[in-house]
């Protein structure tokens, strides 16, 4: 039996454009995501906590999964466990961040192990040690918003690590009051940002020009604003906070102390004693160096 015309149609439409579809780059939205953790303390109680700062991109693949991948970088100062001065000791003696500024997860494989879930197979790199690590998200969340931008919600099903393993030494159980494995959970919120960049990848693409003047430290504007430089072997961040919100960014080398912001339409430029941070649309904002580490 021959199918009506227009049904044939429509079917062969439908399916050119599921094999046709492009793979699509998400970035991490670190203002509508968690990353928390618990740690035992003391063997009788948990120390819980999260950090603040991390960005990332999934490229999703529907047609060919295989081809999909995964980055996330997690500032490690900015873990808050809700009390200071334990933070400062975990930043400083146990994840040594002046050394170690960044933890870094990239994928190695990504498949569909069932509707709406991932497992996503890569290297964990925390404390300068990498070692394969093996996560499962689950999709909680998959839209098309009023940008006509997708957008999707991961959970990642919690997942223990030994800190030691990354040769986290310090204070480790047996020589002191903190547990060795904590429990990690997490709530992920990816977009497409494209429609947020006015074309802003395409006049600016990505170079390689030597760098001038360090990529480190900080600076400070108007209303409360700070932002913060990290260089980790050569990944650019920038962190950025004011007296309403934060948020982290990865950076690209665009031109001579030329920088693009992966998560935003946004240009920074380094000057010997300030930043020019200039958002799509808006006015250049001039922040003075505050000081150099």
């Not at 906590?49 to 529907?62: A, K, M, S």
Request: proline share 4%; glycine share 8%.
């Amino acid at each position: 039996m021959k199918l009506p015309y227009a049904i044939t149609l429509g079917l062969f439409l439908i399916i050119l454009n599921i094999t046709s579809a492009a793979p699509i780059t998400l970035h991490i939205d670190n203002t509508h995501s968690s990353i928390q953790f618990d740690i035992p303390f003391m063997a009788i109680s948990e120390v819980t906590g999260r950090f603040e700062r991390f960005c990332g991109t999934f490229v999703f693949d529907e047609v060919n999964m295989a081809g999909s991948r995964m980055e996330l970088f997690i500032d490690a100062s900015s873990i808050n466990t809700g009390l200071k001065i334990r933070d400062r000791d975990l930043v400083e003696k146990y994840l040594e961040i002046k050394t170690y500024p960044i933890i870094y997860f990239k994928s190695k494989s990504v498949r569909l192990t069932k509707p709406k879930q991932f497992e996503v197979v890569g290297d964990l790199r925390l404390h300068g040690v990498s070692k394969e690590l093996r996560i499962t998200l689950n999709t909680i969340g998959d839209i098309i918003n009023g940008d006509n931008a997708r957008e999707l919600g991961f959970k990642l099903l919690p997942l223990m690590l030994n800190r030691t393993d990354y040769g986290i030494m310090e204070g480790s159980m047996g020589s002191g009051s903190v547990g060795d494995t904590l429990t990690v959970s997490a709530i992920i919120r990816v977009r497409d940002v494209t429609p947020y960049r006015n074309g802003l990848d395409s006049r600016y693409p990505e170079k390689n020009d030597a760098i001038t003047i360090p990529f480190k430290g900080s600076f400070r504007g108007k209303s409360g604003v700070h932002i913060n430089l990290i260089n980790d072997a050569g990944n650019y961040f920038l962190a950025f906070s004011d007296d309403e919100w934060s948020w982290f960014a990865q950076a690209k080398v665009v031109g001579p102390n030329l920088f693009k912001l992966m998560s935003f339409g946004t240009l920074v430029e380094l000057k010997p004693d300030a930043i020019t941070f200039t958002r799509s649309g808006e006015q250049p904002e001039v922040l003075t160096r505050e000081e150099i580490k």
